[in-house]
């Protein structure tokens, strides 16, 4: 709280001078791949990534996500540090904290659709992983599908169990990675929209990278990447909260 009672509100995620590079093959310059980028995302926020194949975004969302490490600056996770745990602290909170939804859908093809969704429920130890996975699956419209394996479903189902999966552990943060990028348009505006539900009912903070200026749009903020380097838009969520 500050001094006057108000809680303050810590982000969910926040981004100090990252920058991250790599040596070029066979020689001794490197490469800049970010450049000092910055910025902070609150709880239930929606900001989208956008950019040029080779621009850093998708580097940036790795980041994010702990996955790799930077040459210098910071990402907090609700004040934590990341790259001042180890791999394993690493995962462990990207378990606890961290939803994903992927472009090509990472289901594991010898799993049902209910065991991919009950999966990292089963991981973070959660009781009654079966019933969380099942009323999400039928949230997403998939309750006829539960025991059906990747290969029966088509790319919208399996996009569907990906978004399950990814809510079903309550996440404080979803990474969201091109999630129309295998679909057809009409599939994918109805991925969008139930992506941008679940986003709103469960208050979670949505990060995207996507090509698609529209989808950016819909969300609040847009972080836009050239060459490494971060500049910031509203979107038509924040438009549109203004004007009404």
Known sequence: MDR?????????????????????????????ILQDVGFAVGAGE?????????????TLLGLLAGLDVPASGSVRLRGTELFELDEDARAALRGEAIGFVFQSFQLLPALT?????????????VAQ??????QWLQRVGLESRLRHYPKHLSGGEQQRVALARAFAPNPRLLLADEPT????????????????????EAGTTLILVTHDESLARRCAR????????LSETAGEAATGARLG
């Open 181 to 200: 990028g295998n679909l057809d348009a009409e599939t994918g505006r109805a991925i969008v929209e139930l992506m941008f539900t679940l986003n709103r």
């Open 4 to 32: 006057s009672g108000i809680e303050i509100s810590i982000p969910v995620i926040e981004v100090e001078r990252l920058s991250k590079r790599v040596r070029v093959a066979d020689g001794e310059d490197e490469l800049h």
């Open 113 to 125: 659709a209910l065991e991919n969704v009950m999966l990292p429920l089963e991981l973070a130890g």
């Open 129 to 134: 992983a079966r019933e969380i996975a099942t």
């Open 46 to 58: 929606s900001v989208a990534i956008v950019g040029a194949s080779g621009s850093g975004k998708s």
């Open 222 to 229: 847009v972080l836009r990447m050239t060459a490494g380097r």
